[in-house]
């Protein structure tokens, strides 16, 4: 395989994902909570370093494509993580509850908050016991592997 189809399998493989994520979201109709959201940063900018690793190649291009792989697939590992209850997630999206402590008891009682937080402990979608964030998670490895690839394939 050859540094250029390396580099276009990895980003490509990053936008698909987000291509899913997206379908997802608005065709599924399972909106992202604030950890999805996270996971979807780097592979923005996989794509990115994709297109200036295509347009002026190099090793440093292709190792900073494997670290934002590498990213995401580490927020994936967080996000699995905290849907199953290995370790506490942002207090803002769990269902810990400890956000709650500075309101006052007309603000809890209030109907005009923001009643479509999506928490981040619950699994909305999964496949062969694994979640949306674990799937990510694994694809992303792979990605890695991939933009590693390409960078020893690069021109010195």
């Not at 981040?120 to 792979?142: H, K, P, R, T, Y």
Request: aromatic content about 10%.
């Amino acid at each position: 395989m050859t540094y250029r189809t390396s580099v276009l399998l990895a980003a490509g493989g990053s936008a698909a994902l987000l291509i899913g994520a997206l379908a997802f979201q608005y065709l599924g109709g399972l909106p992202p909570c604030k950890l999805c959201y996270w996971q979807r940063y780097p592979h923005v900018a996989a794509v990115l370093i994709g297109a200036l690793a295509l347009w002026l190649g190099g090793r440093t291009l292709a190792w900073m494509g494997a670290l934002a792989a590498l990213a995401t697939a580490g927020v994936g590992l967080y996000h699995t993580g905290v849907e199953r209850g290995w370790w506490e997630g942002p207090i803002s999206c769990t269902g810990t509850g400890g956000g709650l402590s500075g309101l006052s008891g007309a603000d809890l009682l209030s109907t005009e908050g923001t009643a479509d937080v999506v928490m981040c402990d619950e699994v909305a979608w999964q496949m062969f016991g694994l979640s949306m964030a674990s799937w990510n998670m694994l694809a992303s490895l792979v990605l890695v592997a991939i933009w590693v690839a390409a960078a020893r394939r690069a021109a010195r």
